[in-house]
């Protein structure tokens, strides 16, 4: 039996990047949980692992959309609240894209391609998802921070400038809208087996034997590492919990 404090069953969820990696794990925890989830992805291929979600006996929505494009932002968001009927208890910003070149020679078109769909975004959905919350007086918003939330990183400017901006942004709408019932958290994960660390995980490269030493629980992190941190900001065990950053991270931060 679920304890009341973490029961989201029936809930309805927007997950953005929910078609892999660790966008995949939360929105499969969601549903996990009982609650109603649309995940958004740049191509076809939404609609299939929603197709999945589906025959597993989850009720899950694909919406495909360019979250680089502020049209195609606000046109996602509509969408989705239309396939959850009008209603939006969660919304997890779970999206986000990577380039790597040294800083001196960043190309500037990737620069705003980052920044568009690493931090634009995010705004005009947490703005949007804000909006719809209002109305009800409830509601939890989660975006996806990172590691360089903390530090610098090393070839990826835009991706710490805008994971920099996600964590300020966080704040921010907790300060604006937790006293009006909405919880603005953020989940920060460390190194995660993912297709965005795909270089670093070659067992050849020497930065894979360097992070994977700094972690005390001695290994990298998946989708499944992300349920528990998601469905507790989900829930009303979260009511007074904002602006926070929290690291799943394998306490690869205190080392």
Known sequence: MVHPLFDIEGRKAIVTGGTRGLGYGMAEGLMEAGCEVVIVGTSDKVYDVAKGFCDRGFKCHGVKANLALREETLR????????????????????????????????????????????????LLCQRAGQEMLKKGYGKIITIASMVSWFGGQTVPAYTAAKGGVTQ????????????????????????????????????????????????????????????????????????????????DGGYLVK
């Open 76 to 123: 996602c968001f509509d969408e989705c609240l239309s396939k959850l009927g009008g209603t939006l208890d969660i919304l997890v910003t779970a999206h986000g894209i990577q380039r790597r070149h040294s800083a001196e020679v960043f190309p500037l078109n990737e620069w705003d391609e980052v920044i568009n769909v690493n931090l634009n975004s995010v705004f």
């Open 169 to 248: 942004l966080t704040k921010e709408l907790s300060n604006d809208w937790i006293a009006r019932g909405i919880n603005v958290n953020s989940i920060a994960p460390g190194y995660m087996a993912t297709e965005m660390n795909a270089a670093l995980l070659d067992k050849n490269n020497p930065r894979y034997a360097q992070i994977t030493e700094r972690i005390p629980a001695n290994r990298w992190g998946t989708g499944d590492d992300m349920k528990g941190a998601v469905i507790f900001l989900s829930s009303h065990a979260s009511d007074y919990l904002g602006g926070a950053i929290i690291p799943v």
